[in-house]
């Protein structure tokens, strides 16, 4: 059964410049949600994907985008990078009708300079 | 605004038991998550609850109370690799459409 997968795995950045951050969802899943996680802070809801389309979203500026294809898999972009996105960035996957369990995809550690 | 607390350190010895607490804040409620965090790491999920009551599973169990706004997680016969973070996370009214995050409890476990 494969789990949450995501890539890549770490990433350096300059400010300014633009990422895109990718990730696969649980078999069986079709909802994807994205996290920021700071150092020694939870993780940060940045936002929901179901059905192509952007359910929920958190208190993230527009520089943050996401896209889910038909396949389920997301993508998380980042436009004009702050010193301040560095941080791991978590996707995480559920079956929208299932019981809840959400899964944690490895992370993508970033880090701007 | 949502407000989740839990103690930020723990400390307890390896093969005993430790219950680590969280209470809650928030604009509505459909249930509560634990997730366990290794340094580095992603984290794993323990735990979902939406009900009152316990749930035990393994060496882990879940309790919540839905009207007190209270949660704790209870890990027995302590393993050094029970060394770890520990996040409650609440999911809001309105589905899975938002998971808001505590600051974590980090555990040690001494022998």
């Known amino acids: 059964d494969a789990g949450v997968t995501q890539s890549p795995t770490h990433l350096i950045k300059t400010r300014g410049q633009q990422v895109t951050l990718r990730c696969s969802p649980k078999s069986g899943h079709d909802t994807v949600s994205w996290y920021q996680q700071a150092l020694g802070q939870g993780p940060q809801f940045i936002f929901q994907?179901?059905?192509?389309?952007?359910?929920q979203r958190g208190n993230f500026p527009d520089r943050f985008s996401g896209h889910q294809f038909p396949n389920y898999s997301s993508e998380l972009n980042v436009n004009a990078l702050l010193l301040g996105d560095s941080a791991l960035y978590l996707c995480?996957?559920?079956?929208?009708?299932?019981?809840?369990?959400?899964?944690f995809g490895p992370g993508t550690r970033l880090t701007v300079t | 605004g949502q407000n989740i607390d839990q103690p930020t350190e723990m400390t307890a010895t390896e093969g005993a038991i430790v219950q680590i607490n969280c209470t809650y804040q928030?604009?509505?409620?459909?249930?509560l998550f634990w997730y366990q965090q290794h340094a580095g790491e992603a984290p794993t999920f323990l735990s979902y609850n939406v009900l009152d009551g316990l749930e035990e599973k393994g060496r882990f169990s879940s309790f919540l109370s839905r009207s007190k706004g209270y949660s704790y997680l209870l890990l027995k016969e302590l393993q050094m690799k029970d060394s770890a973070s520990y996040l409650c996370?609440?999911?809001?009214?309105?589905?899975?459409?938002?998971?808001?995050f505590g600051t974590g409890t980090k555990l040690q476990v001494i022998p």
């Open positions: 996370a609440v999911v809001l009214s309105g589905g899975y459409q938002k998971v808001t």
């Open positions: 928030t604009s509505g409620f459909n249930g």
């Open positions: 994907y179901y059905e192509e389309e952007e359910r």
């Open positions: 995480a996957s559920i079956y929208d009708r299932g019981l809840g369990e959400q899964y």
